[in-house]
């Protein structure tokens, strides 16, 4: 899991995502992780730190190029020198139109000596999924599903480079295809994407910066597209997604100032909702029994820690319940919402309807004392509700009506719980309401 989903998991069973070990504790501590079978990184949390859950998506305005239809005419040319490219990345926003199937040329790079120097080509198949393919030098790399063709915006990266051919595609930070052997043979081969050619958005050239053809034009919306003169690495292609400028061996920078644009493309003005921003988080280094840190978005293993004391409540807790509130709610629902153990959570994908749903049922449960006495199980169970409640996501398009009315629930359970004849129960739970419920 990323930073954040570790740190959450272990929040709400009750226990805390692993502290950074004390130097003395760091050989043994390393020792123990290998004799199970960890290796690489594995998710901390810093003492004396709190590290806030920053926003996850942010605006970014950006001009956007649309292209109306498949023509022969449409075309958007990139106005940079381009120098010999040893190794490249390339990566942009596009959203692809869903009337179409057919082969579209989403960008294309020539040169005097090669028109198919380099370019990336898509279309969708049977299953609706936009596939990719690569093409340097004229080597053709096969079409591979890269994101389902459904109107929203994706974010792509291709990277190429001159050793041995290796490339990949990445799509929405994850990647989608690699491999090697895309280049030229022979004994002056490999050779580098060659400088001072002509860079086209939408259209296959060929000849050189012309002689389009309809049937594999692109049609769609494409904006913040940048080329590197080098590979970057996975963290970097994170950072890029999240809608970050890496200045470094940059070779063409989105800008309106920099693009010949033919009169029948439209260029507008959109917000695009980017991932971010990208945050650094600690990790020890299982091997080396060092420190570093990483991009928070990382999937990386994660342990989660229990004081001594607040384990033992748990496990009393679970071990004395009768379950009485479980199957209450349980038996409403019609489906599991509360699990039998207070060490695992009951509803998956979280969202406002099923929430809504959730906190209606609990409300009757408890408002109508169905369950006499609660027991300890039982404060942690809701308890386990309520935080992953405030833990959702809201999403774009969720009515008002329906947050408030969550939010009635959520105040009068939470004053259920703390009524004045639970004291007792909750004493019995001290040491797990210590850590931050």
Known sequence: LDWWQADRFCEQRFAQLLFEPQDSEQGSFSKLLQAHHIRGSVWLKERDSVLPQTKRRRGHTVPVLVFRDKTDTKYVKVLSDFPALPAVTACAHLQWDTRTQEIATIFSYAVPAFINEFQLRGCVDEEGFVRFALIVH?????????????????????TWQQEN????????????????????????????????????IGQDQDSLGGTFRAKESFSGNITDLHVWQKVLSTEQIEKVRSCWVLEQDLVFGWSSNALEVESTVQAVTTQLLCPGPVE??????????????????????????????AYWQLKRAQLESS?????????????????DSVFTTGVQDMNLSVALDVLDILATVLR???VPVLEPSDLLEVLQILKQVS???????????????????????????LEEQNTGTWSSISQVMVSPV
């Open 165 to 200: 051919g290796t490339w990949a595609i990445y799509a929405d930070g994850k990647r989608r295809a690699s491999a090697s052997g895309l280049c030229s043979v022979g004994p002056s081969a490999p050779q580098a994407i060659l400088g001072k050619g002509t860079f086209i």
């Open 280 to 309: 650094e988080c600690r990790v020890l280094e299982v091997g080396s029994g060092g420190f570093s840190y990483a991009s928070c978005l990382q999937a990386l293993p994660f342990i989660c820690h229990y004081s001594k004391d």
């Open 391 to 417: 833990h959702m996501e809201i999403q774009e398009g969720d009515e008002l009506e329906m947050l408030e009315q969550l939010g009635q629930y959520f105040l009068e359970i939470a004053e259920l719980i």
């Open 368 to 370: 109508e004392g169905e």
């Open 138 to 158: 004229g080597h053709h790399s096969p079409y591979l599903p890269v994101f389902r063709a459904d109107g929203q915006w994706h974010h792509f990266c291709v």
């Open 323 to 339: 379950h009485s509130l479980a199957s209450c709610v349980n038996s409403l629902a019609v489906r599991t919402v509360i699990p």
